[in-house]
């Protein structure tokens, strides 16, 4: 059993930076892909980057950086240059996708942080 809790969201002005966290409990934590997943008002939750293997939407590729921490069982997004469609709140989750870019396909979510861009 897995438990995730996003942190650092907030709200930044556009060409901004922030960090968010995802603190991972549970034994297996090596075995899992982690991603991370966002959701804007009215609109469908969408994949943002993945680890283990690391893969990218191209909406974020060459601003956002995942990685992770095994000592701290903790997997980050840097998130730069933020853009105000950026906003959203992002979900960290956990598991072992047969596609990774699939929400569905992931058994364990966090709660969610909220990120918002000003223009």
């Known amino acids: 059993q897995v438990q995730l809790v996003e942190s650092g969201g907030g709200l930044v002005q556009a060409g901004g930076s922030l960090r968010l966290s995802c603190a991972v409990s549970?034994?297996?934590?090596?075995?899992?892909?982690t991603g991370w997943f966002r959701q804007a008002p009215g609109k469908e939750r969408e994949f943002v980057a993945a680890?283990?293997?690391?893969n990218y939407a191209d909406s974020v590729r060459g601003r956002f950086t995942i990685s992770g921490d095994n000592v701290k069982n903790t997997v980050y997004l840097q998130m730069n240059s933020l853009k105000p469609e950026d906003t959203a709140i992002y979900y960290c989750?956990?598991?072992?996708?047969?596609?990774?870019?699939?929400?569905?396909?992931?058994?364990?979510w966090g709660q969610g942080t909220q990120v918002t861009v000003s223009s």
């Open positions: 549970g034994r297996s934590f090596s075995r899992y892909v």
């Open positions: 989750a956990a598991g072992l996708p047969n596609n990774l870019r699939r929400d569905d396909d992931y058994g364990y």
């Open positions: 680890i283990n293997p690391t």
